[in-house]
């Protein structure tokens, strides 16, 4: 008790100004937590087959619209005997970021490779279809958190690989190889996705020959994967920039050529010193796997907002509960990948003071 | 490779100009002096139906920049308070503001705008039942109104004085600076400030009067009329793109911050200066250095984000452009361009002015 005592007089009541702070904040405190719990539980609605015990608790969430409503949330408009392909395909990402993250195994080379390359070829035939005795599921069935992730998924496997190419072109010697990746980059940059998004959904069918067509889907992941690439550039050429120039030669000193220096010396160290970069380009992606919502795609936030003209669901509240609800699930992804950032963070300048 | 290129580049030109022959629709930019047809309801300037779309463009145009920049001042505001805030030595205040960072911070933005936005038009009371402030400021589901002014003849003059209030408070200014360096004199030179303010104040009064006469919001019929009003689209958008754009400015801060030497804090309290000029005469005009670049970039995030407004009809460039323009004209080519280059424009300006600041600031290194 006595060093609860003395531990506050030092961290918040040091001195009357401090005092102030420490009791307008445990004000604001109050208030937050008060707010939150009263409209959360208890004025919330937990049971209920439509709108009806929800208009009678106005003040509160009215969660059975989330319940009712969640294998659509999860899955969109996928047919149910089918889900299983995309349980599958949850499992597999699951347990294989995680193996990456957190396991100790001596092959997490290996599987890095295999998750950005095997993964995503099998998410695309057990999602699609139409193989190997799958039937066929065209991709304006998909919806809710599976077509964020797909987005997603898509920009970090095809942003990586590009970004990194187009980096080491800003950088190359060569003016033309140069100027176009500065061009291309700067271009992806300067304009908001949501304008390269409605490129996608009404230039790109013009730009293509007569006949020639992409689904909604496709136009809009090609969309995000370029513009996020430009971005993953500028961070893999910060680390780059932050090679030493002596391990630059002394690979040509090695006789080694361009690609094999870039392959065995200078990338390895370069994405490592980028990684907290790159995955805060993964978060800031995954956020704006949102604006696919304003061309027509039913991503996770799309078919929340679809449900809110459903009649049987009518009330103030099923809006607000809704993108709650979005946003809790937005929420933790993000917090995840930005604490593991942080870890990767923390661990690497632990390594360098050691030094 | 150069030849692969603009084999590619010919041959989606092509595919266009054949798409668009056999879509019937029209080519060239001659459809901005085209009537648009439609209304719009926020203009800062005079546009009605018969209004071309060149207007319309400048419409749009100006909400962009008028949330843009009423964004960024929020956003710049709460975000050095919450950057400020993480490194107070008040435990519950340094954490309070981290939890501020982490919540908005790791939000979509366009799960933010549409939050704040039903929370407005959904839970707000209609126009009679108002929430009110001393009678004369409003909210409801209809949008904010403030009391505002209409100037009386004269007031245009206003301006003109207050520059010269500013120009004598920078001449001032300068020559306390002067004799500061010159012989190290700290005096107050208030009292000059305020004299010149009272001559220019009394000087207009004396020639014009009181030229404003105010201008409140009242309810009339189903709705308010006068006063400052704003739309629970813009109010959205606004609170939305601040709370955002603040989170990233708050960490920016403190890293800045972070980044002077502990020696200067030392440096600073061995002078004995107290915490507050301490904080202002030395920490932050050192920490801007590192500030300023990463937070140009953020004020472009926030005016390149303010495109998200599509996802609620507020009448910006893309949502009112590339949307409502685009579906009329079916001019897709055109209208992308135009938008996309305004946009590519801007962000060229802020990093040619960026790195024309960073060779400046830069610290010469022997």
């Given at each position: 008790m006595q060093q609860v005592i003395k531990w506050s007089r030092e961290n918040l009541f040091a001195s009357r100004m401090n005092a102030l702070l420490s009791l307008a904040s445990l004000w604001l405190i109050y208030v937050t937590i008060e707010g939150v719990l009263s409209w959360a539980f208890l004025n919330a609605?937990f049971?209920?087959?439509?709108?009806?015990?929800?208009?009678?608790?106005?003040h509160g969430a009215?969660w059975?619209?989330?319940?009712?409503?969640?294998?659509?949330?999860?899955?969109?408009?996928?047919?149910?005997?089918?889900?299983?392909?995309?349980?599958?395909?949850?499992?597999?990402?699951?347990?294989?970021l995680s193996?990456l993250v957190a396991g100790r195994?001596?092959?997490?080379?290996?599987?890095?490779?295999?998750?950005?390359?095997?993964?995503?070829?099998?998410?695309?035939?057990?999602?699609?279809?139409?193989?190997?005795?799958?039937?066929?599921?065209?991709?304006?069935?998909?919806?809710?958190?599976?077509?964020?992730?797909?987005?997603?998924?898509?920009?970090?496997?095809?942003?990586?690989?590009?970004?990194?190419?187009?980096?080491?072109?800003?950088?190359?010697?060569?003016?033309?190889?140069?100027?176009?990746?500065?061009?291309?980059?700067?271009?992806?940059?300067?304009?908001?996705?949501?304008?390269?998004?409605?490129?996608?959904?009404?230039?790109?069918?013009?730009?293509?020959?007569?006949?020639?067509?992409?689904?909604?889907?496709?136009?809009?992941?090609?969309?995000?994967?370029?513009?996020?690439?430009?971005?993953?550039?500028?961070?893999?050429?910060?680390?780059?920039?932050?090679?030493?120039?002596?391990?630059?030669?002394?690979?040509?000193?090695?006789?080694?050529?361009?690609?094999?220096?870039?392959?065995?010396?200078?990338?390895?160290?370069?994405?490592v010193i980028?990684i907290p970069g790159i995955v805060n380009?993964f978060i800031g992606?995954f956020k704006?796997?949102?604006?696919?919502?304003?061309?027509?795609?039913?991503?996770?936030?799309?078919?929340?907002?679809?449900?809110?003209?459903?009649?049987?669901?009518?009330?103030?509240?099923?809006?607000i509960?809704?993108f709650v609800f979005?946003g809790l699930v937005f929420w933790v992804f993000c917090f995840a990948m930005s604490h593991y950032s942080k870890s990767v963070e923390r661990r690497f300048s632990v390594k360098g003071e050691s030094k | 490779?150069?030849?692969?290129?603009?084999?590619?580049?010919?041959?989606?030109?092509?595919?266009?100009?054949?798409?668009?022959?056999?879509?019937?629709?029209?080519?060239?930019?001659?459809?901005?002096?085209?009537?648009?047809?439609?209304?719009?309801?926020?203009?800062?300037?005079?546009?009605?139906?018969?209004?071309?779309?060149?207007?319309?463009?400048?419409?749009?145009?100006?909400?962009?920049?008028?949330?843009?920049?009423?964004g960024i001042l929020f956003a710049t505001l709460i975000g050095f308070m919450v950057g400020l805030a993480s490194l107070s030595d008040n435990w519950l205040v340094s954490k309070l503001a981290f939890i501020y960072v982490e919540i908005f911070r790791n939000l979509p933005l366009?799960i933010q705008?549409?939050f704040w936005?039903?929370l407005?038009?959904?839970?707000?009371?209609?126009?009679?039942?108002?929430?009110?402030l001393?009678?004369?400021?409003?909210?409801?589901?209809?949008?904010?109104?403030?009391?505002?002014?209409?100037?009386?003849?004269?007031?245009?003059?206003?301006?003109?004085?207050?520059?010269?209030?500013?120009?004598?408070?920078?001449?001032?200014?300068?020559?306390?600076?002067?004799?500061?360096?010159?012989?190290?004199?700290t005096?107050a030179?208030v009292?000059?400030?305020?004299?010149?303010?009272?001559?220019?104040?009394?000087?207009?009064?004396?020639?014009?009067?009181?030229?404003?006469?105010?201008?409140?919001?009242?309810?009339?019929?189903?709705?308010?009329?006068?006063?400052?009003?704003?739309?629970?689209?813009?109010?959205?958008?606004?609170v939305a793109l601040s709370l955002y754009t603040s989170s990233f400015i708050a960490e920016i801060v403190r890293a800045g911050v972070l980044s002077v030497s502990k020696g200067q804090f030392e440096a600073a309290k061995a002078l004995g200066l107290p915490s507050s000029v301490t904080m202002n005469k030395v920490i932050i005009p050192q920490a801007l250095r590192v500030i300023i670049p990463p937070l140009?970039?953020q004020?472009?995030?926030?005016?390149?984000?303010?495109?998200?407004?599509?996802?609620?009809?507020?009448?910006?460039?893309?949502?009112?452009?590339?949307?409502?323009?685009?579906?009329?004209?079916?001019?897709?080519?055109?209208?992308?361009?135009?938008?996309?280059?305004?946009?590519?424009?801007?962000?060229?300006?802020?990093?040619?002015?960026?790195?024309?600041?960073?060779?400046?600031?830069?610290l010469?290194?022997?």
């Amino acid at each position: 008790m006595q060093q609860v005592i003395k531990w506050s007089r030092e961290n918040l009541f040091a001195s009357r100004m401090n005092a102030l702070l420490s009791l307008a904040s445990l004000w604001l405190i109050y208030v937050t937590i008060e707010g939150v719990l009263s409209w959360a539980f208890l004025n919330a609605s937990f049971l209920g087959e439509d709108k009806s015990s929800c208009i009678t608790r106005p003040h509160g969430a009215c969660w059975p619209f989330v319940t009712a409503k969640f294998n659509q949330f999860i899955y969109g408009n996928y047919p149910a005997v089918e889900q299983w392909r995309v349980n599958i395909v949850f499992a597999l990402g699951t347990l294989g970021l995680s193996l990456l993250v957190a396991g100790r195994i001596n092959f997490k080379k290996q599987l890095a490779v295999l998750m950005l390359t095997a993964y995503p070829v099998l998410t695309f035939i057990l999602l699609s279809g139409g193989l190997l005795g799958l039937s066929y599921v065209e991709t304006n069935q998909w919806g809710g958190l599976l077509v964020t992730l797909v987005i997603a998924v898509t920009g970090i496997v095809v942003s990586l690989p590009l970004g990194i190419l187009l980096a080491l072109g800003r950088r190359s010697e060569l003016p033309i190889i140069r100027i176009m990746s500065i061009a291309f980059i700067e271009f992806w940059r300067g304009v908001p996705l949501i304008t390269v998004l409605f490129m996608a959904s009404v230039m790109l069918p013009l730009f293509l020959p007569k006949g020639m067509n992409f689904d909604a889907l496709l136009r809009c992941l090609i969309g995000v994967s370029l513009f996020a690439s430009a971005y993953m550039a500028e961070v893999i050429r910060g680390g780059l920039q932050a090679i030493a120039k002596g391990q630059y030669e002394a690979g040509k000193s090695m006789g080694l050529s361009y690609w094999k220096s870039m392959r065995l010396i200078i990338l390895p160290q370069a994405l490592v010193i980028s990684i907290p970069g790159i995955v805060n380009t993964f978060i800031g992606l995954f956020k704006d796997t949102t604006l696919v919502m304003i061309v027509g795609i039913f991503d996770l936030l799309g078919i929340i907002s679809f449900h809110f003209t459903d009649p049987n669901w009518t009330s103030p509240q099923v809006p607000i509960t809704g993108f709650v609800f979005a946003g809790l699930v937005f929420w933790v992804f993000c917090f995840a990948m930005s604490h593991y950032s942080k870890s990767v963070e923390r661990r690497f300048s632990v390594k360098g003071e050691s030094k | 490779m150069v030849a692969a290129f603009i084999g590619l580049v010919w041959w989606l030109v092509d595919n266009t100009v054949a798409n668009l022959a056999s879509q019937n629709v029209a080519t060239g930019f001659g459809f901005l002096g085209n009537n648009t047809g439609f209304d719009i309801n926020q203009k800062l300037i005079a546009y009605d139906e018969t209004s071309s779309y060149q207007r319309l463009l400048l419409v749009g145009l100006l909400n962009t920049a008028i949330v843009s920049v009423l964004g960024i001042l929020f956003a710049t505001l709460i975000g050095f308070m919450v950057g400020l805030a993480s490194l107070s030595d008040n435990w519950l205040v340094s954490k309070l503001a981290f939890i501020y960072v982490e919540i908005f911070r790791n939000l979509p933005l366009l799960i933010q705008i549409l939050f704040w936005y039903v929370l407005l038009i959904e839970i707000l009371p209609h126009p009679k039942k108002s929430f009110g402030l001393w009678e004369v400021f409003f909210l409801n589901n209809r949008g904010l109104y403030l009391p505002w002014f209409t100037t009386l003849p004269g007031g245009g003059y206003l301006l003109s004085v207050i520059g010269l209030f500013g120009a004598g408070c920078f001449y001032v200014a300068r020559k306390a600076r002067n004799m500061r360096e010159l012989n190290g004199q700290t005096k107050a030179y208030v009292r000059n400030y305020i004299l010149i303010g009272v001559i220019c104040l009394g000087g207009y009064l004396s020639l014009w009067g009181v030229p404003f006469e105010a201008n409140l919001p009242a309810l009339k019929g189903f709705n308010f009329r006068g006063g400052l009003s704003f739309t629970p689209e813009f109010v959205a958008l606004l609170v939305a793109l601040s709370l955002y754009t603040s989170s990233f400015i708050a960490e920016i801060v403190r890293a800045g911050v972070l980044s002077v030497s502990k020696g200067q804090f030392e440096a600073a309290k061995a002078l004995g200066l107290p915490s507050s000029v301490t904080m202002n005469k030395v920490i932050i005009p050192q920490a801007l250095r590192v500030i300023i670049p990463p937070l140009t970039s953020q004020y472009l995030n926030l005016t390149k984000n303010s495109s998200l407004a599509a996802a609620i009809a507020y009448p910006e460039l893309v949502s009112v452009f590339a949307g409502t323009a685009l579906n009329q004209t079916g001019q897709a080519v055109e209208i992308i361009f135009i938008t996309m280059s305004i946009y590519l424009f801007l962000s060229l300006l802020t990093s040619f002015l960026m790195n024309t600041y960073n060779a400046r600031v830069a610290l010469v290194e022997k």
